[in-house]
């Protein structure tokens, strides 16, 4: 059965510093995809990104970066140099052949002015 | 500026009434979600659908069904709400396939007393 876990329930960090927010996962199949999504204060998670089984390239975005590993079955995300705005609680999830998105628990970040 | 609304943003209703939670999506997307949010649980698929009058149960269909008659609208519905089913409650929609991005709306907070 698919899993996402995200062991960390809450992280606190100063501005400035870098946060890395893990995820592991568990599925039997070999395609499958990954995300990352935010939830804000306001409450409408938004869409970060999306990998899928066979891309192991690790992506950047601006201060957002993800280090997609199969041989620990990880997708972690790091933010560099944290903002206030960063705030957020931030979800990981799988969709594999079963076609239906579980999501991790979430991690609530805290981002200290 | 895509847009999923959600027809209440806090809700309160009684224990055995029957609770009409809506949702209505501006993008002609195909695809929408139902989910339940709640602490240290994370999000929950409640009920999908592929398109009009389509429906798939989720992960915990149980106490709720729903209804979509146009494509732009997904309705949840609670036939006899119980306490248990006090939750924030997230609408999302997205284009087929299911692996591309969700938009979701705010969200509602239903309570049942």
């Known amino acids: 059965a698919q899993k996402v876990t995200q062991a960390q329930t809450e992280i606190s960090v100063v501005e400035k510093e870098d946060v890395t927010l893990d995820c592991v996962y568990e599925?039997?199949?070999?395609?499958?995809?990954l995300f990352w999504y935010k939830q804000p204060p306001s409450g409408e998670l938004v869409f970060l990104i999306r990998?899928?089984?066979?891309?192991?390239q690790n992506e950047i975005s601006g201060r957002y970066s993800w280090n997609f590993q199969k041989s620990t079955s990880s997708f972690n995300f790091t933010i560099t140099a944290s903002q206030v705005v960063d705030s957020a609680v931030y979800f990981c999830?799988?969709?594999?052949?079963?076609?239906?998105?579980?999501f991790g628990k979430g991690t609530r970040l805290h981002i200290l002015p | 500026d895509v847009k999923v609304t959600q027809s209440s943003r806090y809700l309160v209703k009684r224990t055995g009434e029957k609770v009409f939670l809506e949702c209505v999506q501006d993008m002609d997307h195909e695809n929408m979600f139902w989910y339940r949010q709640d602490p240290g649980l994370g999000l929950r698929l409640i009920y999908f659908s592929y398109d009009v009058k389509m429906k798939e149960k989720g992960d915990i269909p149980e106490g709720y069904s729903v209804s979509r008659e146009k494509k732009e609208r997904f309705s949840l519905i609670l036939e006899s709400a119980s306490t248990n089913q006090t939750s924030m409650y997230l609408c999302?929609?997205?284009?087929?396939?299911?692996?591309?991005?969700?938009?979701f709306g705010p969200g509602t907070r239903l309570t049942v007393l």
């Open positions: 599925t039997r199949d070999t395609t499958y995809y």
């Open positions: 999302a929609s997205s284009l087929p396939p299911t692996v591309n991005e969700q938009f």
């Open positions: 990998r899928n089984s066979f891309d192991e």
């Open positions: 999830a799988l969709i594999d052949r079963d076609d239906k998105i579980i």
